[in-house]
């Protein structure tokens, strides 16, 4: 994944500075940083408000009246954290990996977390649960979570979510097998269409022995929801 993309928007006639840095609290933390850690956040806050502008206007709504004024760019800051998983590789995560010969299942459970349903733009959250067997590659747990948080901050449907952290997981630290759980409540379906309050949406994506061998699987599946039910 390119570190810095070019600004798409020349198009629209307006000069966008890579960053504005009176709404970014931390750019001077991250200039500090050392480059490696360093990510550019390149959500286009000038754009988004300009777009929640005019959607303001196509509601009926009037975006000059007093609870209105600052809320393109109060919008335009909220999606810049929303959205910056886009702008960041999942992958520097996992990278830090230490040698530990270590083969039974590892286990991280109700990693929570918070994502935008691409199809409504709305929020879905819920809890992800990851267990892998290593072949030789660990990472430390904290970055599995970094890993859910990153993947979360991006317009998403749950099942590519589910399927995107397995295979990081095979590509990164060559695991023997990964099994990914994913329970969501998606606001899609509680607050507008069928409207169904407390309904959750459960995926799973199974790889390597997890996929292979049935009591493997069962085992995983045990650890996740054991003492649940
Ligand atoms: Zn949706």
Same mark, same amino acid.
């Given at each position: ?9 020349? %198009? ?11 709404? +970014? @609290? ?7 940083? @050392? ?19 005019? !959607? ?29 998983? !886009? ?35 709305? @929020? ?11 072949? %030789?590659?660990? +990472? %430390? ?26 295979? !990081? ?24 269409? +069928?409207?169904?309050? %407390? ?9 390597? +022995? ?20």
């Amino acid at each position: 994944m390119p570190r810095q993309r070019p600004h798409s928007n020349s %198009g629209d006639g307006v000069s966008v500075k890579p960053r504005e840095t009176p709404n +970014v @609290p931390d750019a001077t933390a991250a200039a500090a940083m @050392p480059a490696d850690d360093r990510e550019p956040a390149q959500v286009d806050q000038p754009r988004v408000r300009r777009a929640i502008r005019e !959607l303001l206007l196509a509601i009926g709504e009037d975006p000059d009246r007093e609870g209105l004024r600052d809320t393109p760019a109060r919008v335009a800051r909220m999606y810049a954290e929303l959205f910056g998983g !886009l702008h960041e590789d999942p992958r520097r995560h996992l990278r830090k990996f230490f040698t530990q010969k270590y083969d039974e299942i590892v286990l991280v459970r109700d990693i929570a977390f918070n994502s935008m349903c691409e199809h409504h733009m709305l @929020p879905f959250m819920g809890k992800a649960h990851i267990g892998y067997i290593p072949s %030789g590659k660990v +990472v %430390g747990l904290s970055k599995l979570a970094r890993v859910v948080d990153v993947v979360a901050r991006r317009p998403q449907v749950q099942e590519r979510m589910t399927e995107t952290i397995a295979d !990081l997981l095979v590509e990164e630290l060559d695991v023997q097998g990964v099994a990914v759980v994913i329970e969501a409540s998606h606001s899609c379906m509680t607050i507008r269409g +069928v409207r169904k309050p %407390g309904s959750m949406c459960v995926t799973s994506a199974m790889r390597g +022995v997890f996929r292979s061998n049935l009591s493997s699987r069962q085992e995983v599946m045990t650890l996740i929801y054991g003492d649940r039910k």
